[in-house]
T-cell receptor, first 115, second 114 residues
Framework: NAGVTQTPKFRVLKTGQSMTLLCAQD?????MYWYRQDPGMGLRLIHY???????AKGEVPDGYNVSRLKKQNFLLGLESAAPSQTSVYFC??????????????FGDGTRLSIL | RKEVEQDPGPFNVPEGATVAFNCTYS??????FFWYRQDCRKEPKLLMS???SGNEDGRFTAQLNRASQYISLLIRDSKLSDSATYLC???????????????FGIGTKLQVIP
């Protein structure tokens, strides 16, 4: 049982480049999330999805786009990478709907450096 | 006031000691609470949920005090392997975006010393 899988694990980009981070979950969860974690700031929500075909902005959405074309996948795109987007990115998923108040399960993260 | 507040530590304790962390939250309508553990350069992992009546899992005990709006985590007989950052997580309930707002604390770092 893979749980939540993120690819890639590491990436180095140059300023202005674009890329897509992939998150896949096999737990049939409705909700999926993208977070970034920076030293001293904890986890901050970038975007989230409450179901296939839906996305919404979180706390720090600027510079990122997302798509949820399939229930099991949640993609995070960086349109034009900036050094301020150097961070560790975590994807998470959880049950939703009538199974609320359930904990989130995390992927093992993507370490992204923007030069 | 921050939505979820934790003392970042570090808490340096000897092996075998008992250590307790508190976490305060600002939204009295918060519905569910969790403690996560995060090892260095790893993802957060669920340690335990926090129930209204308090709950225990081996050496770990979680408590909820709704009146004072805080949750606590007690670790007895600390092991070297308990060294990690402990994240307090609060589900604040449904928001206007149609999902349940979950807020993570900054985490409390625990270092267990031989």
């Amino acid at each position: 049982n893979a749980g939540v899988t993120q690819t890639p694990k590491f990436r180095v980009l140059k300023t202005g480049q674009s890329m897509t981070l992939l998150c896949a979950q096999d737990m049939n969860h409705e909700y999926m999330y993208w977070y970034r974690q920076d030293p001293g700031m904890g986890l901050r929500l970038i975007h989230y999805s409450v179901g296939e075909g839906t996305t919404a902005k979180g706390e720090v959405p600027d510079g990122y786009n997302v798509s949820r074309l399939k229930k099991q996948n949640f993609l995070l795109g960086l349109e034009s990478a900036a050094p301020s987007q150097t961070s560790v990115y975590f994807c998470a998923s959880s049950y939703g709907g009538d199974r609320d108040n359930q904990p989130q399960h995390f992927g093992d993260g993507t370490r992204l450096s923007i030069l | 006031r921050k939505e979820v507040e934790q003392d970042p530590g570090p808490f340096n304790v000897p092996e075998g000691a008992t250590v307790a962390f508190n976490c305060t939250y600002s939204n009295s309508a918060s519905q569910s609470f969790f403690w996560y553990r995060q090892d260095c350069r790893k993802e957060p992992k669920l340690l335990m949920s926090v129930y209204s009546s308090g709950n225990e899992d081996g050496r770990f005990t979680a408590q909820l005090n709704r009146a004072s709006q805080y949750i606590s985590l007690l670790i007895r007989d600390s092991k070297l392997s308990d060294s990690a950052t402990y994240l307090c997580v609060v589900n604040q309930g449904w928001n206007s975006g149609g999902y349940q707002k979950v807020t993570f604390g900054i985490g409390t770092k625990l270092q267990v010393i031989p």
